[in-house]
Nanobody, 122 residues
Framework: QVQLVESGGGLVQTGGSLRLSCAASGGTFSGYTMGWFRQAPGKERDFVAVITWHGASTYAADSVKGRFTITRDNAKDTVYLQMNSLKPEDTANYYC???????????????WGQGTQVTVSS
């Protein structure tokens, strides 16, 4: 059983930056693909970015490509999401998740954190 805890969310102005962290415990972190997803009120949970277990391959949604970067530190059992040039439409609750395979679909992820709120003011 893997436990995931996100941190780093908050309120930021348009154009600002935030760095989200997701700390894992209770399992072999390096064995999992890690993803970030987000969900705004009344909307579905959307894929944001994914990183393979070794960190050599990443992929981001078109809406955040060039602005958000996913990285991981397997020695610290932590995955990060660096978010730059934030826009009001990035406002959502951000979740990290762990999966046994490389995927952009929430249903493929086995473990989820509780989420951290990101609010971008205009």
């Amino acid at each position: 059983q893997v436990q995931l805890v996100e941190s780093g969310g908050g309120l930021v102005q348009t154009g600002g930056s935030l760095r989200l962290s997701c700390a894992a415990s209770g399992g072999t972190f390096s064995g999992y693909t890690m993803g970030w997803f987000r969900q705004a009120p009344g909307k579905e949970r959307d894929f944001v970015a994914v990183i393979t277990w070794h960190g050599a391959s990443t992929y981001a949604a078109d809406s955040v490509k060039g602005r958000f970067t996913i990285t991981r530190d397997n020695a610290k059992d932590t995955v990060y999401l660096q978010m730059n040039s934030l826009k009001p439409e990035d406002t959502a609750n951000y979740y990290c998740a762990a999966a046994r395979r490389h995927s952009t679909y929430p249903a493929d992820y086995d473990y989820w954190g509780q989420g951290t709120q990101v609010t971008v003011s205009s």
